[in-house]
Nanobody, 120 residues
């Protein structure tokens, strides 16, 4: 049974930082690209960023480029989302997902999400 479990969410003031983690089990982690998505209240889920299976490639949504960094530790089956210079508009539930390619829009497995709240 595949499980993706996000952690590290919380409340922070604008300009602050948070690091989210996503621990994977039940799959060969290094065989999957990993993505981060978010969904704010009343809005559709949106892509945040993704990282290749090896960690050598990353891509980001324009809205977070230069502020967020994705990394992974395949030995720990974990992917991270480092979020700096947080803005109130970053408030959302953040989800990690596993898929075949970090350039693909298709993801096979999803976590349950972790809430991030940024206050002004």
């Amino acid at each position: 049974q595949v499980q993706l479990v996000e952690s590290g969410g919380g409340s922070v003031q604008a300009g602050g930082s948070l690091t989210l983690s996503c621990a994977a089990s039940g799959l060969t982690f290094s065989s999957y690209a990993m993505g981060w998505f978010r969904q704010a209240p009343g809005k559709e889920r949106e892509f945040v960023g993704a990282i290749s299976r090896s960690g050598g490639g990353t891509r980001y949504a324009d809205s977070v480029k230069g502020r967020f960094t994705i990394s992974r530790e395949n030995a720990k089956n974990t992917v991270y989302l480092q979020m700096n210079s947080l803005k109130p508009e970053d408030t959302a539930v953040y989800y990690c997902a596993a898929g075949p390619s970090y350039f693909s829009a298709r993801y096979n497995y999803w976590g349950q999400g972790t809430q991030v709240t940024v206050s002004s």
